[in-house]
Each structure stands twice: as C-alpha cells, then as structure tokens.
C-alpha cells in the first residue's frame, strides 16, 4: 500500500519565488558594481559589446511589460488568491513576466561590467524597479 494516498503535492509559492529571484537579481547587480570598479576601467577598445548589451536589456524590459504583462490573466472578483495562483493559465506566463524582467537586469548589469557607462546604470535601475514592481500583487489585484 503505497503511503501517498491522500497527500497533496506542493504548490508554488509565486510570492516567495519572486522574493529570492529578486534577492538574487539585486545581489548579482551590486557584485557585478564591485567587480567592474575593482577592475578599473577598460582598455581602450570599442564600447559596441557594451552599448548593444544595454539596448538589449531594454528591449527584453520593454517586451516584458508592454507584450508579456497584458498576457498574464487577471484574478476575476470573488476568486481567493490561492485560486487565482493554482490557475495553470497564470503561472506559467507570470513567471515568464518575471524571467525576462530578470534577465534585463542580469544583461544590463553585464553591460555595465563592460563598460561602466551611465546608460548601463540606467538600464539597471530600470530592470530591477520595473522587476520589484511588477510582483505578485500587481497580478493579484483586481
């Protein structure tokens, strides 16, 4: 007899998830800054990689909040919170919101490795205010 019967199988915690992957975004941006001002400036050579690094990270900023965020269906009236996130049509394309908004900051701060310019400093800001926003309860809300 097998000892699963009756037992439910864990559910994402969308709120957690988003807490640690934004811990980790912030972490890696703040050690990507010290690791480009240990290094110093860099060698005399194109910024092209830099520059097109940053207008990649904005265009994945712009996509996730202008095509992606829309996507992600809203919670109707009366329906619990937990309803809404056990919704096999939400989470995949929440988390894909929150993916690419990730992957904007992780982009933009390796631009900024490369180049220590501001653009790159606003490209992170960017990613990681638009990431911080756009949490759980942005989608939760009705």
Same mark, same amino acid.
């Given at each position: 007899? /097998?000892?699963?019967?009756?037992? $439910?199988? #864990?559910?994402?915690?969308?709120?957690?998830?988003?807490?640690?992957?934004? +811990? *980790?975004?912030?972490?890696? !941006?703040?050690?990507? +800054?010290?690791? $480009?001002?240990? !290094? *110093?400036?860099?060698?005399?050579?194109?910024?092209?990689?830099?520059?097109?690094?940053?207008?990649?990270?904005?265009?994945?900023?712009?996509?996730?909040?202008?095509?992606?965020?829309?996507? @992600? #269906?809203? $919670?109707?009236?009366?329906?619990?919170?937990?309803?809404?996130?056990?919704?096999?049509? @939400? !989470?995949?394309?929440?988390?894909?919101?929150?993916?690419?908004?990730?992957?904007?900051? @992780?982009?933009?701060? +390796? /631009?900024?490795?490369?180049? *220590?310019? #501001?653009?790159?400093?606003?490209?992170?800001?960017?990613?990681?205010?638009?990431?911080? +926003?756009?949490?759980?309860?942005?989608?939760?809300?009705?």
């Amino acid at each position: 007899m /097998s000892s699963d019967v009756g037992t $439910r199988t #864990p559910q994402a915690n969308p709120a957690l998830l988003h807490k640690f992957m934004g +811990i *980790g975004l912030v972490i890696l !941006v703040i050690a990507m +800054i010290i690791a $480009r001002h240990s !290094v *110093g400036d860099s060698p005399a050579g194109s910024q092209l990689p830099a520059y097109a690094i940053a207008g990649v990270s904005a265009v994945m900023l712009g996509a996730a909040l202008m095509l992606l965020k829309p996507l @992600v #269906p809203k $919670r109707h009236a009366g329906q619990t919170v937990a309803a809404y996130w056990s919704n096999p049509a @939400v !989470v995949p394309k929440a988390l894909l919101v929150w993916f690419i908004l990730e992957g904007a900051g @992780v982009l933009a701060s +390796i /631009s900024y490795f490369l180049g *220590g310019g #501001p653009y790159a400093l606003v490209a992170i800001a960017a990613a990681v205010v638009a990431y911080w +926003i756009n949490g759980p309860a942005v989608f939760e809300n009705l």
